[in-house]
């Protein structure tokens, strides 16, 4: 597994991590320990990034994560998000809360907020934010589906602390970011942490050149995550739900193709 640091924290995260959304949604709970063991299998292969959200199954998905961090909590980087209806100082606080509850752990590593709200102020937002970093609750802060102009405005409401990544949908399919995000992200030394980089299923797997995939050995989804993640300011997070997906996400930068390849795939 290839590791990257997150924004300028220092801190080492997999390259591609695991994403949760749908996961605590079953109708058995068979299908629950299969969630559970997809994402424990996911860590034994060195994918240390696991991301979920109190928005997804309505905080279903972080008690399933908790349940597959159990006895691993040190070798588990955790990021979460703060729904953008409780972006008020006190929701922000409480939203943590019960995350950390769900989660069963004393810390989370990147809080991040889901999406901007424009009735919200920033700066609300980012003070509370900040204190729950001085009160040791949350380690780093996020911002998800923020434009270049919001995130200038978060990180101007920050005192001491600063934001380290913006997570927002990036693929083959919705390459959008390419044009001034991932540049502002390159230059100012942040993560981008691209979700759905494999447009949920529906990539071009046909158009996918085969004389890759036979070159490297590779699927035509690793040629995509190995295309997505080629940028070293770049982490991908697919879902990680699937157990044979899983596996053959965790070994597609295993290896790097030359920058003609890539241009090639675009």
């Known amino acids: 597994m290839e590791y990257r640091e997150l924004g300028h924290t220092g801190e080492k995260v997999s390259t591609i991590g695991m994403g949760t959304w749908k996961m605590g949604v079953y109708t058995h709970p068979n299908q629950k320990a299969a969630q559970v063991y997809a994402l424990r299998r996911g860590l034994e292969l060195g994918m240390n990034l696991v991301d979920t959200a109190e928005m997804y199954a309505s905080g279903k998905s972080e008690e399933v994560v908790a349940e597959a961090i159990r006895g691993q909590r040190d070798k588990i980087f955790i990021a979460t998000k703060v729904s953008p209806e409780n972006l008020h100082h006190d929701?922000?606080?409480?939203?943590?809360?019960?995350?950390?509850?769900?989660?069963?752990?004393?810390?989370?590593?990147l809080y991040q907020v889901h999406w901007p709200n424009p009735s919200i102020p920033?700066?609300?937002?980012?003070?509370?934010?900040?204190?729950?970093?001085?009160?040791?609750?949350?380690?780093?802060?996020?911002?998800?589906?923020?434009?270049?102009?919001?995130?200038?405005?978060?990180?101007?409401?920050?005192?001491k602390s600063d934001v380290v990544a913006n997570q927002i949908v990036y693929s083959l399919g919705n390459p959008s970011v390419e044009a001034s995000i991932l540049p502002y992200c390159v230059r100012e030394k942040l993560t981008l942490i691209a979700y759905s980089p494999l447009d949920q299923g529906r990539f071009p797997e046909s158009r996918i050149p085969k004389a890759l995939c036979t070159k490297y050995g590779m699927t035509p989804a690793q040629v995509v995550l190995n295309w997505v993640t080629r940028n070293e300011r770049v982490l991908a997070i697919p879902k990680a739900a699937d157990l044979a997906h899983l596996e053959q996400n965790a070994n597609a930068v295993n290896q790097r193709m030359t920058e003609a390849e890539y241009a090639q795939i675009r």
């Open 122 to 159: 920033i700066r609300e937002t980012m003070g509370a934010m900040e204190e729950l970093v001085r009160s040791g609750k949350v380690r780093y802060i996020g911002v998800s589906n923020f434009s270049n102009e919001q995130t200038d405005e978060a990180r101007a409401a920050l005192s």
């Open 91 to 109: 929701d922000v606080i409480s939203s943590c809360e019960a995350s950390l509850r769900r989660l069963r752990i004393s810390h989370i590593d």
